[in-house]
């Protein structure tokens, strides 16, 4: 085969390669999602401080009736308090989770057994609660009922087991027993399966933001105010009020 033969193999193959990839996340995420996701990627290629992020800002109901665990093996889930050893095995920096604590946060882990380290965890946070990446402050409804869920993260062995729906139940009902009834939080546009997730525990979607991030600042957009900002790294995250379901 002739080196120009190869050359136009080659871009054959790279081509059919993409077209397969974005079919798939087209798939996965829809067109708009998938063109943007697609647009990220090429820019994050130039250089890793450009690029586009999509977020959906969602309301979850609490079921206001308790449900009747499903068997989850030796799963227990407990409340970490602020000198709980388990807290250091998060890959979380103690710098963002003593700001977590300062935010009203409560921290929710499941473990197996006796095993010292978290299958996984969810943060739940009664007070505003600034976004460390793709900065912004959001402030749940001022209604007494509402909380932000910030971080929900399982093991990767984990995944697609019985531990997302034993945290998820746990923390339905610590909320439901404290007069919750809706918790608010922010999922990127890039992880259908999330938001799949959190759909079919029936949350809606209240809107959209997208960042657009050019090295050291960033441009907001959003359907909800603030409908457009700047963001500069060492500036103030502009402040985002969620509504009340």
């Known amino acids: 085969m002739t080196n120009s033969m190869a050359a136009r193999t080659g871009r054959s193959h790279s081509l059919s390669s993409v077209y397969t990839n974005f079919t798939a996340l087209k798939r996965e995420l829809g067109i708009g999602n998938a063109l943007l996701a697609a647009m990220n990627g090429a820019l994050r290629k130039l250089h890793p401080r450009l690029g586009i992020a999509r977020y959906y800002l969602i309301a979850q109901p609490i079921p206001q009736t308790g449900t009747v665990a499903r068997h989850t093996g030796r799963i227990q889930v407990r409340q970490l308090l602020a000198d709980d050893p388990a807290l250091g095995l998060q890959d979380r920096s103690p710098e963002e989770i003593r700001t977590r604590f300062e935010s009203a946060g409560v921290c929710l882990a499941a473990f197996r057994g006796d095993e010292a380290a978290p299958l996984g965890f969810i943060w739940l946070l009664w007070a505003p609660y600034t976004e460390t990446t793709h900065r912004c402050r959001l402030i749940p409804p001022e209604d007494g009922r509402s909380v932000l869920d910030v971080d929900i993260y399982i093991q990767p062995r984990e995944r697609g087991g019985m531990t997302f729906m034993r945290l998820w139940q746990a923390a339905n009902d610590y909320l439901r027993h404290r007069g919750i009834t809706h918790t608010y939080s922010r999922i990127s546009a890039y992880n259908g399966r999330s938001l799949r997730a959190h ?47």
């Open 199 to 245: 759909q079919r525990m029936g949350a809606t979607i209240l809107g959209s933001q997208v960042f657009v991030e050019l090295g050291s600042l960033e441009i907001l957009l959003s359907n909800r105010r603030p409908y457009l900002s700047t963001i500069r790294a060492r500036g103030d995250a502009p402040d985002v009020p969620l509504p009340g379901a």
